[in-house]
Structures are given as C-alpha cells and as structure tokens.
C-alpha cells in the first residue's frame, strides 16, 4: 500500500511563491506588517508553511524581522535604495552584454511586443501590471544570457526593491513606456554592445533616482 506524501512541501512552495510574487510586484507597499496566522489564513495553509514561507522570504530581504519577531516588508532608506540601485546598475549591463551574441531576431521582435505590453499597462494605469510586464521584459533579455547564478542575484534585488517600486510608479506619473528600452531594442538589432550596456544602465536607474531626490 502506497502512503501518500505530506502535502506541507508542496503548500509551503505555494505560500512561499505567492508571497515572492506579490512582494516583487509591488502588491505589498513598503513597511506593510505581515503575521503568520495571516498568512496561513489567506492560503488555507496551516502554521508551519507559513513560518518557513516567511523564513525564507526573511532570508533573501524580502521581509523585514524584527527583534520582537514583528514582520513586515522593507521600508528601504535612501542608502539602501542607492546601493541597490548601484547593484543593479552593475549586473543589468553585464547580463544584457552576455545575451547580445544570443539575441537573435525573434527575441527582439517578442521584446518589441512586450513592450507594447508595457504601454498597454502605462494605459490602464496599471502599476501592477506595469511593473509584472517590466520585469518579464528585462528577464527575457537576460535568461539569454545563460548565466542563472547571475539571475538568481539580480532576482533577489528585483525583489527586495518590489514594494519601493509600487510607490515610485505613485510617485512618477507614466504616460508612455520607458523610453530607454526603444533604446535597447535598438541596440540589440544593431548588435552594438557599448550602446546596449548605456541603455539598460540608464534604464535601471533613471527611475529609482525620483525615490531619492530632495
């Protein structure tokens, strides 16, 4: 007779990935508190899936404990946000320039339609949506780079930036697609790397600059 396995793993991937995805798109502002009974409430889970979830999510900075076990999502400072922003400015570049040999037409084309995804969001005022399409955008340049430990990093900044994003989208009023990845596509078509590397750095900060002004 065959026991069945203990669903637990599997709920606590399910918890784990939801909470991931909500906090990377934004769906969480900054400093929001979070409990665990919460937490295994709104996923019909129980405890245990919901501490590890949460562990886990602590263990890459997407969540914030405190001392008196308080969780909550991180509410970044100025320096934070520079120094993520730096980071990124750093791999986003680097990422692109190892995807550019392997960029090949149709990929551009699939970016070129995702970024009219973009300006579909930036239409409906969707910040959501704005922010999901924005991400895949970058990903799908960057899983062309073949370089997944690379990607798992720039995920964990992505994501610990998640809900500062959501308040920059409130913040910057969007009324077209951001006009530096016209610029990256072009790039990519004339398969000039210095001019690829200027443009996604100049698109991975230009934003996060408005967090930080004044």
């Not at 991180?74 to 946000?81: F, G, N, Q, S």
Request: proline share 6%.
């Amino acid at each position: 007779m065959n026991v069945p396995r203990s669903s637990e793993p599997t709920t606590h991937e399910r918890l784990y990935r939801s909470l991931r995805s909500r906090i990377m798109l934004g769906q969480l502002p900054p400093g929001q508190a979070l409990t665990l009974r919460g937490i295994a409430a709104e996923h019909n889970a129980s405890m245990t899936p919901a501490r590890e979830a949460v562990r886990r999510l602590v263990a890459e900075g997407a969540l914030s404990l405190s001392a008196s076990g308080r969780v909550t999502t991180p509410a970044l400072t100025d320096e934070r946000i520079e120094e993520l922003s730096a980071l990124r400015a750093l791999i986003e570049p680097e990422l692109a320039a190892r995807a550019l040999p392997r960029a090949h037409f149709a990929l551009i084309d699939r970016l070129a339609v995702m970024n009219g995804q973009i300006a579909d969001a930036v239409e409906r005022n969707d910040a959501v949506g704005y922010i999901r399409c924005n991400l895949d955008f970058h990903r799908t340049l960057y899983l062309r780079a073949q370089a997944p430990a690379t990607l798992a990093i720039l995920e964990t900044i992505w994501l610990q930036l998640g809900p500062t994003m959501r308040a920059l989208y409130g913040r910057v009023r969007r009324n077209e697609p951001p006009r530096h990845h016209r610029m990256i596509l072009a790039a990519l078509r004339a398969g000039d790397e210095p001019a690829l590397r200027l443009a996604v750095r100049a698109d991975v900060t230009h934003g996060l600059r408005h967090l930080t002004a004044g």
